[in-house]
């Protein structure tokens, strides 16, 4: 059965730093372009990263460019998204997620591609 687990949320001070970890089972990763949603209280859920199959390519939403970075370890079958200045604004429920596809499709960011979700891990950022 695919799984998407993610791990790594808690509590953090504005200006610090998480490591969150998707662990992938069920499905071959090193096939698959893989990214990070978010979800605010509130707000509308927001793409914040994907990673190709291969690791070469990746994406970055708007309001953590600079800030976040998206890697995968295949032979380990987890992808990680390292959030460093992390921010209160960054106050989430972080999702991994599967896409259908091994390169980030146009429009990775609305949801188009993806095909299966994580139950997400929460992370808070405190002012």
């Known amino acids: 059965q695919l799984q998407l687990v993610e791990s790594g949320g808690g509590l953090v001070q504005s200006g610090g730093s998480l490591r969150l970890s998707c662990a992938a089972s069920?499905?071959?990763?090193?096939?698959?372009?893989i990214g990070w949603f978010r979800q605010a209280p509130g707000k509308e859920r927001e793409g914040v990263s994907c990673?190709?199959?291969?690791?070469?390519?990746?994406k970055y939403g708007d309001s953590v460019k600079g800030r976040f970075t998206i890697s995968r370890d295949n032979a380990k079958n987890t992808v990680y998204l390292q959030m460093n200045s992390l921010k209160p604004e960054d106050t989430a429920v972080y999702y991994c997620v599967k896409y259908s596809y091994n390169t980030c499709p146009s429009g990775a960011f609305t949801g188009y591609g993806v095909s299966h979700w994580g139950k997400g891990t929460l992370v808070t950022v405190s002012s």
């Open positions: 990673i190709s199959s291969g690791g070469l390519s990746t």
């Open positions: 069920g499905f071959t990763l090193n096939y698959y372009t």
